[in-house]
């Protein structure tokens, strides 16, 4: 038989990532084979992101260049997954006539069959079930392809936080959180694949709770796993850390001093119009205690300008607390309408107004970055080396930080981790030779 060819595209945030290498395992299940040629697929998938206007419209207009590709060509089946999928379900249909399948992110696992059926009856489905318990007891059959030296778990899914802006609790649904025995089981098979970094995933990681075990308690099940040589874990939301999670940066060396901690903004009155259910000093205090725990703790945050009712007082609420924290790196993205949130009843801030408030809160987070990584020349960081460069060249790591290191030399193996001189700093890289 005719092995079939499938082409993945994935959009958005880790997540997605995580499930399209799971999607591309439930391909292989079928016999769907993955390619990284463009123009010669028999099925496409591009797994989306509906978490700003800009994202979804770049789904659409990527769906439209596919279709020019295949012109002349046989039409491969089209398969629309993700965030766009749940929020948008059949009105897929109705704005590209080019799409055969819509699935959802916690129905994906049903895929396989929704191929099938397409490839014998050729009608149009829509599969948007929230069945996240069904999909990972699925997904725990498949035969794990992709085990990479820092590899993504997903533990947790979905949100119950409802921020004013965000789409993330329609699209993902209610918070889930996976058998904890299920994910070290997973982890094993990583491990015994070669990964030694485990990147733990949640919408609202931080608010994993499986019967009696909590992120802190799972960590430190993980911690004693030989070859898992470091955990991170992402996104939290500030308002799910107990004392034992802060105090287990001071005590499992495995638990890497970096944390995403997204405050979206600076002014109380914010806060509290986009219903983050925090104030400004509640977050300062958070990181104090962190830093407490573990001195050199560096910290990244996402950040949203012109939300509805934010004046320039507000913005320079937000400039200051920038000021005070001192990110090792940021997101930041003006606000953007979203069809179905609590937010879109709210007047706008006019656009050139939060253009320049974003160029001028950029401004500071990259001189922050840059500050950051230039504070790592003529130090020792502790490296875990990845992969060479495209041109061979080069290999690439990551410092404890989470900062990519580059550096000559080819007597080093992927899944090494090396103490690195670090001789030279750009805004987003460090250069460096074995120490
Ligand atoms: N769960 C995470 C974030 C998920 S979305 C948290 O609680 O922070 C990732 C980031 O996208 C958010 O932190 C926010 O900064 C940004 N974002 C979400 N909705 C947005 C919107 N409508 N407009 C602009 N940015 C948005
Ligand atoms: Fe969205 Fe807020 Fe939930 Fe994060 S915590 S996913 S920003 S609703
Ligand atoms: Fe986007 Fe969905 Fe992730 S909206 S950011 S892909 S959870």
């Known amino acids: 038989m005719n092995q079939k ?98 699935v959802g992110p916690q129905a994906y696992h049903k895929l396989p069959s929704l191929i ?45 936080k409802f921020c004013k802006f965000c789409v993330v609790p329609y699209t993902r649904g209610p918070e889930f959180s996976r058998d904890h025995n299920k994910i070290l089981d997973e982890i094993l098979l990583l491990t015994d ?18 019967n009696d075990i909590s992120l802190a308690k799972l960590i430190k099940k993980i911690a004693k796993i030989n070859n898992v040589k470091r955990i991170r874990f992402t996104t939290s939301h500030p308002n799910d850390f107990d004392q034992e999670l802060i105090s287990l940066f001071g005590e499992e060396p495995k638990l890497m001093p970096q944390l995403h901690l997204p405050v979206q903004s600076g002014s109380d009155k914010i806060l509290k119009l986009m219903n983050r259910n925090h104030t400004r000093s509640d977050y300062l205090n958070l990181i104090e205690k962190f830093r407490k725990e573990k001195s050199d703790i560096q910290f990244s945050s996402d950040f949203i300008v012109g939300f509805p009712g934010e004046t320039n007082e507000d913005h320079l609420d937000t400039i200051n607390l ?15 309408q979203r069809p179905g949130t609590p937010a ?41 080396f990845e992969n060479k460069t495209q041109n061979e060249e080069q290999f690439f790591g990551r410092n404890q930080y989470m900062t990519p290191v580059f550096i000559k030399n080819t007597v080093i193996k992927a899944g090494e981790i090396k103490k690195i001189f670090i001789e030279n700093a750009n805004r987003n890289n460090l250069f460096g030779r074995i120490a």
């Open 5 to 102: 060819k499938f082409y993945i595209k994935t959009f958005g945030c880790q997540m997605n990532e995580y499930d399209s290498n799971k999607i591309s395992d439930l391909m292989n299940s079928i016999a769907y084979q993955k390619i990284d040629k463009i123009d010669e697929a028999d099925c496409f998938i591009f797994n989306t992101c509906h978490i700003r206007e800009k994202a979804t419209q770049k789904v659409y207009s990527d769906i439209g260049k596919i279709k020019k590709i295949y012109k002349n060509k046989k039409k491969p089946i089209f398969v629309l997954a993700g965030c766009v999928a749940q929020a948008e379900s059949s009105m897929v249909f109705e704005k590209s006539d080019y799409v055969d399948i819509v």
């Open 116 to 160: 099938k059926s397409f490839q014998s009856n050729r009608q149009r489905s829509v599969e948007t079930e929230l069945d996240v318990d069904g999909k990972f007891d699925v997904l725990k059959n498949l035969k794990n392809t992709k085990s990479k030296i820092s590899s993504f778990v997903t533990i947790q899914e979905g949100c119950d």
């Open 193 to 210: 694949n070669g990964t030694k970094e485990i990147v733990l995933l949640g919408q609202n990681v931080s608010a994993y709770k499986n």
């Open 322 to 336: 920038v000021k005070e924290v001192k990110f090792s790196l940021s997101y930041s993205f003006i606000y953007s």
């Open 344 to 384: 879109t009843n709210l007047s706008e801030v006019d656009n050139n107004i939060s253009q320049k408030r974003l160029e001028e809160l950029q401004g500071l987070l990259f001189k922050q970055q840059i500050e950051f990584n230039h504070s790592m020349i003529n130090h020792e960081n502790s490296v875990l």
